[in-house]
Structures are given as C-alpha cells and as structure tokens.
C-alpha cells in the first residue's frame, strides 16, 4: 500500500493549493482518509477528514478556508486551501483511516512523503 501526497510548492499568502493524495494498492472508497501537516520543530497536526459517507472535519485553524473531497473511482482525496496564511507552511501527509478519533494521528495508517508547501508573507 502507498499513499501519495503530491501538489505542494512555495506560494504567498494568500494564494490557493490543492494537494492531491493518490492510492496505490488500496481501494480508497472503503476508507476514511485524513490529512495532516507538521511544520519544523512541531508536532504533527490534524487538518482535515473525509469519511465514506463524505461527512468532513476540520481544524479550527483551517475551517473555512480549506476544503477536503474525494474522487473514488480516481482513487483520489483532495485538499483545497485558499486564503493560506504562513502559518500553514508545513509538510502535508495523507493517510488512511484507522479508527478511532478522527483528529488524532495514531488512528491512521499508511503514511506517504508528504508534500512541502511554504508560504511566503
């Protein structure tokens, strides 16, 4: 199983991303996926969730301004951020549900690169 979180890069605030997070080996739809971020000297953090059902979550730092969606037949989760601050620059992880709370790391598994996105002030 591989996840891959692709569509990161270096933007100003306030611009807009969307990371995708491709599944190799693993049928997305039958899951909940989540996505984290961790920025240097931090713990990794909660940012967004996308159940079966596409009932979502989302931090409260992100709410509003970032969007999770998933493509099953392209085996595919999204995350939309607009308005990004540079308090969002950090590595971006994709990773599949576990169970468990949806905030936490630990009740996720299959965790891909991640992809590095900065935002310039």
């Known amino acids: 199983v591989q996840l891959q979180a692709s569509g990161g890069g270096l933007v100003q605030a306030g611009d807009s991303l969307r990371l995708s997070c491709a599944a190799s080996?693993?049928?997305?739809?039958?899951?909940?996926v989540g996505w984290f971020r961790q920025a240097p000297g931090r713990e990794r953090e909660f940012v967004a969730a996308?159940?079966?059902?596409?009932?979502?979550y989302y931090a409260d730092s992100v709410k509003g301004r970032f969007t999770i969606s998933r493509d099953n037949p392209k085996n595919t989760v999204y995350l939309e951020m607009n308005s990004l601050k540079p308090e969002d620059t950090a590595i971006y992880y994709c990773?599949?549900?576990?169970?468990?709370?949806?905030?936490?790391?630990?009740?996720?598994?299959?965790w891909g690169q991640g992809t590095l996105v900065t935002v310039s002030s």
């Open positions: 996308i159940t079966r059902n596409v009932i979502t």
């Open positions: 990773s599949r549900y576990l169970g468990g709370d949806y905030y936490l790391p630990t009740s996720y598994t299959y």
């Open positions: 080996g693993l049928t997305f739809l039958r899951y909940a």
